[in-house]
Structures are given as structure tokens and as C-alpha cells.
């Protein structure tokens, strides 16, 4: 048996078959923008290695100075 989709708004859980066509199409649009967001989080957190993977990689090539 499949469950039926809910979201909630200001603390009101609503099931997505008793909204509005409008409403359904928001929803729509904020379950993209939000797997949009998770794929750029995603995208950073890779960014963000490799960054500091060339960073170590260049403060080994650089010279040292002396104290």
C-alpha cells in the first residue's frame, strides 16, 4: 500500500491530493529548488576538498621561511 504525499505549512500537515492545483505546482516548485540546493551542497563539499587538497599541495611546494 503506498502512502499518500503530506507537506507541512506553519505547523499544518496537509495531504498533497486535498490542495489546490496552485498549491500542488508550489510544492512542485520547492521540491526542486530543494534538490537543486542539495546538489550544489554536494558540488561545494567537493569544491571545498579539492581546494584544500591543492592548498596542502602548495604549501609543500613553496619554500619555508626561517624562524
Not at 16 to 25: I, Q
Not at 42 to 65: E, I, M
Request: charged residues 25%.
Amino acid at each position: 500500500m503506498e502512502e499518500e504525499t503530506e507537506v507541512t505549512v506553519d505547523g499544518v500537515t496537509y495531504k498533497l491530493s486535498e490542495l489546490s492545483d496552485a498549491a500542488k505546482e508550489q510544492v512542485a516548485s520547492l521540491q526542486f529548488v530543494e534538490a537543486q540546493m542539495t546538489e550544489l551542497n554536494a558540488k561545494l563539499a567537493v569544491f571545498q576538498t579539492a581546494r584544500n587538497a591543492y592548498q596542502a599541495a602548495l604549501q609543500q611546494l613553496v619554500p619555508r621561511l626561517k624562524q
